[in-house]
């Protein structure tokens, strides 16, 4: 019981530390980027998540299931249209293939479809996305 206590309380502070980053990009006091890195080096995938929910406006299902499946395509989408670096897509592609445990030609193929990939296009898909979303919802 205490255990689960314990373990409540640190997603929780978790939780309240991704949403004070997320104000701290936005305030222009953080880079993405480095908030990316640090969490990714730190094993954070689901902090990933709830950061990247923030910041796209996308419903958490739909960012969970960019990082928790196999398919490359959704994350490549995200991080492109909020401009990560190929740096910190890679450190976050490379947490997500490892948790998910696919092999290392995964992540060339990401990386490879990530620098090909036009921002603008990125954008255009993500929003294509939103307004799906909130048509279904």
Same mark, same amino acid.
């Given at each position: 019981?205490?255990?689960?206590?314990?373990?409540?309380?640190?997603?929780?502070?978790?939780?309240?530390? &991704?949403?004070?980053? &997320?104000?701290?990009?936005?305030?222009?006091?953080?880079?993405?980027?480095?908030?990316?890195?640090?969490?990714?080096?730190?094993?954070?995938?689901?902090?990933?998540?709830?950061?990247?929910?923030?910041?796209?406006?996308?419903?958490?299902?739909?960012?969970?299931?960019?990082?928790?499946?196999?398919?490359?395509?959704?994350?490549?989408?995200?991080?492109?249209?909020?401009?990560?670096?190929?740096?910190?897509?890679?450190?976050? &592609?490379?947490?997500?293939?490892?948790?998910?445990?696919?092999?290392?030609?995964?992540?060339?193929?990401?990386?490879?479809?990530?620098?090909?990939?036009?921002?603008?296009?990125?954008?255009?898909?993500?929003?294509?996305?939103?307004?799906?979303?909130?048509?279904?919802?």
């Amino acid at each position: 019981q205490q255990d689960f206590s314990a373990k409540k309380a640190d997603a929780r502070r978790g939780r309240l530390e &991704v949403l004070n980053l &997320v104000q701290n990009i936005r305030d222009g006091d953080k880079k993405l980027d480095n908030v990316l890195l640090t969490l990714a080096r730190r094993n954070r995938l689901m902090d990933i998540g709830t950061l990247m929910t923030k910041l796209s406006g996308l419903p958490e299902t739909a960012i969970n299931n960019a990082l928790f499946k196999a398919n490359n395509q959704p994350i490549i989408l995200l991080c492109k249209a909020l401009n990560v670096s190929a740096a910190a897509f890679r450190s976050v &592609v490379d947490l997500r293939n490892q948790q998910l445990r696919l092999p290392d030609s995964h992540t060339r193929h990401a990386l490879s479809e990530y620098e090909n990939l036009n921002p603008d296009d990125a954008r255009r898909s993500l929003n294509f996305v939103k307004l799906r979303t909130k048509i279904s919802a």
